[in-house]
């Protein structure tokens, strides 16, 4: 379980296929105090870690998380920048919302512009999940907690504050970019009761 607040922004050094992809993502946290098995959330995808260095860890990844997220629609190729956030312990600070790393679906980054010292961006969510977008709820875009400004159809819009286009890697969004979306876990109870109802 994540908060959506980023704590790091590692880097992919390298992928290659070993049945399943395997990358190894460089990162400036202290790698003596992550064990294997630990989940680390790479631009918002739950991953486990499988081996360490002294400023990296290796995840392995399965064919169906490539095809469900950015990582399959983004080719991760070395070099790429990724937000990191490690998993929430008991006691920690719940700074954004809760967040599990389970991707729903991909979102495509449609408009970016400036709206004073902030960056307005709109992106559109796949249609089976646009209607768990709702204004002033919580999305995880890239594994970063965003509250939602506002809702046409399919379209949603976000505003990036200075210090989120610096802690994240949402400083080099493009438009064209595919974005790993997790919708609100309220959102989704709330519409599978209402299915029932």
């Not at 594994?143 to 809702?151: A, D, F, I, Q, R």
């Not at 046409?152 to 790993?180: C, E, R």
Request: glycine share 12%; with cysteine.
């Amino acid at each position: 379980m994540f908060t959506g607040i980023i704590t790091d922004i590692g880097d992919v050094r390298k992928t290659e296929m070993q049945g399943d992809l395997l990358a190894r993502i460089g990162t400036s946290y202290v790698t003596s105090g992550i064990d294997v098995g630990a989940s680390i959330a790479c631009d918002g995808v739950c991953l486990t870690v499988i081996e360490l260095g002294a400023d990296w860890f290796d995840v392995q990844i399965s064919a169906e998380t490539v095809n469900l997220t950015n990582i399959g629609a983004n080719k991760w190729s070395a070099g790429r920048r990724l937000n990191l956030e490690r998993a929430l312990k008991v006691g920690d600070e719940l700074g954004g919302h809760i967040v599990s790393g389970h991707v729903d679906g991909v979102a495509e980054i449609i408009e970016i512009y400036d709206e004073g010292d902030s960056t307005r961006v709109t992106l559109r969510a796949p249609e089976a999940l646009a209607k768990f977008v709702a204004p002033k709820g919580s999305v995880a875009l890239n594994g970063t907690s965003l509250t939602v400004n506002e809702v046409n159809g399919t379209d949603f819009g976000i505003n990036f504050i200075p210090h989120t286009k610096t802690a994240t890697t949402w400083g080099d969004a493009q438009v064209g970019d595919a974005v790993n979306l997790e919708i609100d876990t309220l959102a989704r109870y709330v519409a599978r009761l209402q299915d029932w109802a």
